[in-house]
């Protein structure tokens, strides 16, 4: 538990309403206050860290000069949300961060009407904050009423296609609309890409004082003070190469830049906005992400996540580690592999790091591409590589996948183009929760016609895959494996091509046959020791391959087992989908056999720990043992008893 910092004024918020009454000088205090709580709360649930100590005053001079919740602020991505909601009624709570039953570690309608919309996945916030906007002047009913929209996007999401087709939309819409993009000059890692540039040059020759407001409009929307140095801003944006903002081609006055930290900018410009915005304005804040603690301004992704920490030191405490991560093994496999085959490259959206392509990227700098938040263009781009005569491995998280999927089937499969998808975190990812489990990519990986789906069972297995990935050049290829570390097996030095759609037995058993797709297969193998203490024994098998399925082993297993049960850290829709219907085809079903396919329940499940989370899925070893039995029609009575 860490020494809770004195926080005088901050004691004294229960909702925003209460900032209301302080003067601007005790605004100061209470975004320092404000601070210190942050540090403190993180540093005992761990969680996004950076982003939130960057917006502190952010926060504070928005809720101190709107009206939340009848103005919707909305935050991009919404990891860092947390001083937000210390100010809107959650302080309480807010050491349960991103726990069981717990605050969600993202914003969450169901959690606070200060929460006006759900975000975790980037650059959302435009489009939804847009759609406050119209729903207001439509006269749409709002419990909390209809304010202004105002949308919080970071630059790293604003690299995103979705806010430029946002932005258009609203330009042409010319709704009052206020985008505030909170330029830290960080995504998680250094953010890269042409817009990122062009945001450093629109602030690059004038110093905070000399606030820039090119457009004419939104120079009188500026407090007195301001004027002045605006319209010389203005004189010199007209010599800038760029001719004017990009924000205000797209149909935005555009404020900026303000020192993000300094409220006495913050809050004038806000209040005189508040006052008299009438289109669309985007008003640029500069800032600094991990502001005010030192430990986390210092890290290369300046405090982005973290785990617990000591306040002091800022020393994390992480769990001894006991095996490699499958983001590490897919990493370094890969380097192993792109030394043998020039071909061989890789795309990453903005998630170097997470996706372990930082490896590749230190030994093959011009072969690994960080696209930025672009998952779509992510994909397209891998398939023109793949056009041209490259091997890419396009690494994205499951969860963000998804916003590739038209990509993925127009771009990729269609054409039979040989893009190798390594997709990490697959299943559910713990802390993050619902936002980034990882579903549903079975399913809509293995519905594509000519794309073969794999699923490593553990860490060995994933380096044998990302060989065979490397050796597939007939069409696309996918690979998934989850977050953390592997289980701890003796590891090849080397990876070697699996046959494509072989499946492999692991135990041998008779009654039983439980069939896993992916690293469930380790809870199916506690399951059947369990059994076998029962008198029951199983099979245990790995299928290895959701497309193509190892048909022989599949209706092998069916013929010579009483039950077949497939297992999988999916959503329905899956490999046991693919199973149940291969069973269909060839009749088995008409023999009798009991078929079950335990699945990710049809429901999203919050944040807890990995473990947890199965448990609550049904997908652990107790409920492995428990489906058999009751598939059996055996009676479950405790073993100890
Ligand atoms: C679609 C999508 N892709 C990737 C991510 C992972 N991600 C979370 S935060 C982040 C960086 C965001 O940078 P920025 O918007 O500048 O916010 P900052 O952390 O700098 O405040 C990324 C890439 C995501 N949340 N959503
Ligand atoms: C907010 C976000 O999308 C990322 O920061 C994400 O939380 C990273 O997850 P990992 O910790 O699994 O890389
Ligand atoms: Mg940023």
Known sequence: MSDRPDTPLLDRVRTPADLKGFSDAELHQVADELRAETISAVSETGGHLGAGLGVVELTVALHAVCDAPRDKIIW??????????????????????????????????????YDPFGAAHSSTSISAALGFAVARDLGGACETGHGDAIAVIGDGAMSAGMAYEAMNNAGHLKKRLIVILNDNEMSIAPPVGALSSYLSRLYAEAPFQDLKAAAKGAVSFLPEPFREGAKRAKDLLKGMAVGGTLFEALGFSYLGPIDGHDLDSLLPVLRTVKARATGPILIHVLTKKGKGYRPAEERAD???ATAKFDVVSGTQVKAKSNAPSYTKIFGETLVDLAEADSRICAVTAAMPDGTGLNLMAERFPSRVFDVGIAEQHGVTFAAGLAAGGMRPFCAMYSTFLQRGYDQVVHDVAIQRLPVRFAIDRAGLVGADGATHAGSFDIGYMASLPGVVVMAAADEAELRHMVATAAAHDDGPIAFRYPRGEGVGVEMPEHGTPLE????????????????????????????????AARGIEATVADARFAKPLDRDLILRLAREHEALITLEEGAIGGFGSHVAQLLAEEGVFDTGLKFRSMVLPDSFIDQASPSDMYAVAGLNSAEIEAKVLATLGVAQVSRRA
């Open 302 to 304: 300046r405090g982005h």
């Open 500 to 531: 494509i759609g072989r499946g492999r037995v692991v135990r041998e058993g008779g009654r039983v046959a439980l069939l896993s797709f992916g690293t469930r297969l380790a809870e199916a193998l506690t399951a059947a020791e369990a059994l």
């Open 76 to 113: 991009d991505v919404s990891h860092q949300c947390y001083p937000h909601k210390i100010l809107t009624g959650r302080r309480d709570r807010i050491r349960t961060l991103r726990q069981k039953d717990g605050l969600s570690g993202f914003t969450k309608r169901s959690e606070s009407p």
